[in-house]
Each structure stands twice: as structure tokens, then as C-alpha cells.
């Protein structure tokens, strides 16, 4: 089993220019999230789903948008690329939501280095 | 809102015992969670507290009050390997949604000497 993971690895975007990461798991979790970390400011939630077809704002969702056409699919697309969005994007996933028993456990993907210029 | 607090950086030397702090301010608190981050790696769950109370989880131990906001991840018999970044985060229940979310403090870095 891969788990969780993410492609691609690493990449340079120009300003404005458009992307699409994405995450994979075969772990059929329910509930997937996206988070960035920048340093020192710890992970924070971007957009979260909690099933094949739905998608829910986080903490920053400004700038991105995100599709679950599929369960062990969640892609996260930046539509016009900023230096501010320069940052490490994990993808994360757990069996249930987190008001339920073993949902506290998210599983995370190795994560993707963005470089905006 | 939510905030959580945790001291930026620990030092210790192989063999001891470290304890790193976390205190919290949320509505709707559910529990507190502890992740364990390697440098250029995955956060990793460590463990959890959804009551009051310490949880041992072999070399590993979290403890919960949640009277006073307050909460501690214990690591005993230090290793190197255990030179990593540990994050608290706090499960709560926001009142607008029937989802509970995680939110994470800033980490505080271990440093491992022999």
C-alpha cells in the first residue's frame, strides 16, 4: 500500500501562470484535507472534503480550489500563481472525521515545494 | 478563534527527558493531538488526549487539562532520532459547521545532542 501521495514532488511557477497538485490514497479514507506550512507558522487548513463529491473551505482558501471528483483523488488547483503562495503543500487524509472514534489520526503525504517567482 | 502556544525549541542530551508544553485558547474543544515532523518529512501522529489524564505510548507519554488550557508531550530516553519538530493541534468544534477541525501550533523544534 503507497498510503498517501502526492505529485509532483517539487516545482517553479511563474507569477500568474496555473497548476494543479494532486493527491492520491488507497487507504479509502472518507476525509481528505489540504494544508500549507510556511516556517513558523505551523500547518494550516486550506480546503478539506469529507466525501467523494464535497469540498469545504479552511482556514486560507483564498487562491485555490479544490475538486474530489474521485474518493482517493483530492486536487488542489492555484489559478493564477503568487510569491506569497511559495509554501510546502501537504495533503492529508483520515479514516472519519475528526469527531469520531480514530478520526483524531490524519495520515499525511509526503508533501509538494512550491516556488512561486 | 484558536491559538496554541508551544516554546519555539528544546535542546537535550541523548538518555534525558524532555517535556514540551502547549497551551490553548479555542471554543468547542475536543481534544489535542501531538505530531512528530522530521526535517523535509511528513507531520506523523503521535499520539492523542480526549480527556483529562496521561497517555503512554511506549518512550512517548501526552498528558491533558482541560480545565486549565493546558497540555504536555513527555519524551523519555532521548535519541538522536528524535530530533524533529513536534506540533500540538487542537480538534474543536466549530459552531457554523458539523465538521471538527484540527489546528495546528507553530511547532517547537527538539534538538537531540549526544
Known amino acids: 500500500n503507497a498510503g498517501v501521495t502526492q505529485t509532483p514532488k517539487f516545482r517553479v511557477l511563474k507569477t500568474g501562470q496555473s497548476m494543479t497538485l494532486l493527491c492520491a490514497q488507497d487507504?479509502?479514507?472518507?476525509?481528505m484535507y489540504w494544508y500549507r506550512q510556511d516556517p513558523g507558522m505551523g500547518l494550516r487548513l486550506i480546503h478539506y472534503?469529507?466525501?467523494?463529491?464535497?469540498?469545504a473551505k479552511g482556514e486560507v482558501p483564498d487562491g485555490y480550489n479544490v475538486s474530489r471528483l474521485k474518493k482517493q483523488n483530492f486536487l488542489l488547483g492555484l489559478e493564477s500563481a503568487a510569491p506569497s503562495q511559495t509554501s510546502v503543500y501537504f495533503c492529508?487524509?483520515?479514516?472519519?472525521?475528526?469527531?469520531?472514534?480514530?478520526?483524531?489520526?490524519?495520515?499525511f503525504g509526503p508533501g509538494t515545494r512550491l516556488l512561486v517567482l | 478563534g484558536q491559538s496554541l502556544e508551544q516554546p519555539s525549541e528544546v535542546t537535550a542530551v541523548e538518555g534525558a527527558i524532555v517535556q514540551i508544553n502547549c497551551t490553548y485558547q479555542?471554543?468547542?474543544?475536543?481534544?489535542l493531538s501531538w505530531y512528530q515532523q522530521h526535517d523535509g518529512g511528513a507531520p506523523t501522529f503521535l499520539s492523542y488526549?480526549?480527556?483529562?489524564g496521561l497517555e503512554e505510548t511506549g518512550r512517548f507519554s501526552s498528558f491533558l487539562s482541560r480545565s486549565d488550557s493546558y497540555g504536555y508531550l513527555l519524551l523519555q530516553e532521548l535519541q538522536m532520532k528524535d530530533s524533529a519538530s513536534y506540533f500540538c493541534?487542537?480538534?474543536?468544534?466549530?459552531?457554523?459547521?458539523?465538521?471538527?477541525?484540527?489546528?495546528f501550533g507553530t511547532g517547537t523544534r527538539l534538538l537531540v545532542s549526544p
Open positions: 488526549n480526549g480527556l483529562d
Open positions: 487507504m479509502n479514507h472518507e476525509y
Open positions: 493541534a487542537v480538534r474543536f468544534f466549530p459552531m457554523n459547521t458539523g465538521f471538527q477541525k484540527l489546528v
Open positions: 479555542t471554543s468547542g474543544f475536543y481534544g
Open positions: 472534503s469529507v466525501g467523494e463529491g464535497t469540498t
Open positions: 492529508a487524509t483520515s479514516l472519519v472525521g475528526s469527531g469520531s472514534i480514530g478520526g483524531e489520526t490524519q495520515y
